[in-house]
């Protein structure tokens, strides 16, 4: 089977199976054999890995996945593209593609049945349209993880990876550096797809921490009150966790967290880093007890 980041087989496979592009199911299909190669050397496999693609679509990256790891096994939503990966895919003996929805799809099963339970590596260029689901629900249902390395839209990916003080820092930021250490590898132009994509695309690759980098009482209030800074971002902290109809923590016990902290009382949720939000949640916790 011919390389398919080479834009001439894409265009043949496409024609010979009359492929319409689905604008729903986010696909751009990569034709740029340098950014495939980029990719996978970013993501460091080896003949151990197990690795989950999302969204193989013709299987440019399958292959190039399949020769570098152990094993690949690749979600894909489109039921059109399943006859297209039968013959792609065909002669590679460790990839299985499996026909579901990423979003509903038990993942932990998956690295189970394929990897024994083991950590598996997640590589893609995702559907953008769904990036943060995708990112939040692999890390959240605590699938067993050891990287992720994806191609997502490029303002997505600097979100990724700011600190405060920034406007791209908010609540995803927080979250992703919660549990994985972000690097951009690549920024990649629309030019590199088929389709061409409306914005421009990064690849980042996340890798997640052996032991979190802060210690937190409650991991879920945390986020509770990143999210409220968050939605209200003009707003101080006291006032914004206030006002969140979801969170039970009053504008008091916000306001003495601060103090606690030697933080100013008027100090906006955007200032703060990750290790100051799980330090005001332990004091928050610790005035509850
Ligand atoms: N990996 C291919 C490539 O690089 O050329 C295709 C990437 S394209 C950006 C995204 C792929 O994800 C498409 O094949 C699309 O059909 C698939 N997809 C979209 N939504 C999905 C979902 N919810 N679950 C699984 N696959 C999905």
Do not use: W
């Not at 299985?96 to 598996?120: C, Q, R, T």
């Not at 971002?233 to 009053?250: H, M, P, W, Y």
């Amino acid at each position: 089977m011919p390389d398919l980041s080479n834009p001439k087989y894409t265009i043949e496979i496409i024609k010979k199976y009359e492929f319409a592009f689905q604008k729903k199911f986010g696909q751009n299909f990569l034709i740029d054999a340098h950014v495939v190669d980029k990719i996978i050397r970013s993501a460091m496999l080896t003949k151990e890995d197990c690795v989950l693609e999302i969204g193989p679509g013709i299987g440019t990256m399958t292959q190039a996945l399949a020769k570098a790891a152990g094993k690949v096994v690749a979600v894909e939503i489109d039921k059109n593209l399943i006859p297209i990966l039968e013959e792609t895919l065909q002669g590679y003996s460790n990839i299985s593609v499996v026909n579901e929805d990423i979003l509903k799809v038990d993942i932990k099963e998956l690295a189970k049945i394929y990897n024994e339970g083991k950590p598996i590596k997640v590589v893609a260029n995702l559907p953008y349209y769904i990036t943060t689901p995708i990112i939040m629900g692999l890390f959240e249902s605590k699938v067993p993880l050891e990287s992720i390395t994806v191609m997502v839209q490029k303002e997505v990916a600097d979100r990724m990876q700011v600190g405060p003080g920034t406007k791209d820092y908010g609540a995803l930021s927080l979250a992703v550096q919660y549990y994985a250490k972000p690097e951009i590898v690549a920024n990649v132009p629309p030019n590199c797809f088929i389709p061409r994509p409306k914005v421009g695309s990064a690849v980042i690759r996340l890798t997640k921490h052996v032991k979190c980098p802060v210690q937190v009482a409650e991991e879920g209030l945390m986020f509770q009150i990143i999210r409220a800074a968050f939605n209200q971002r003009r707003k101080t902290l006291i006032n914004a966790v206030g006002n969140a109809a979801d969170i039970k923590v009053s504008k008091e016990e916000m306001a003495q967290a601060l103090t606690m902290e030697g933080l100013p009382i008027t100090i906006r949720g955007e200032a703060l880093t990750l290790g100051q939000f799980a330090l005001l949640t332990n004091h928050v916790v610790k005035q509850k007890e």
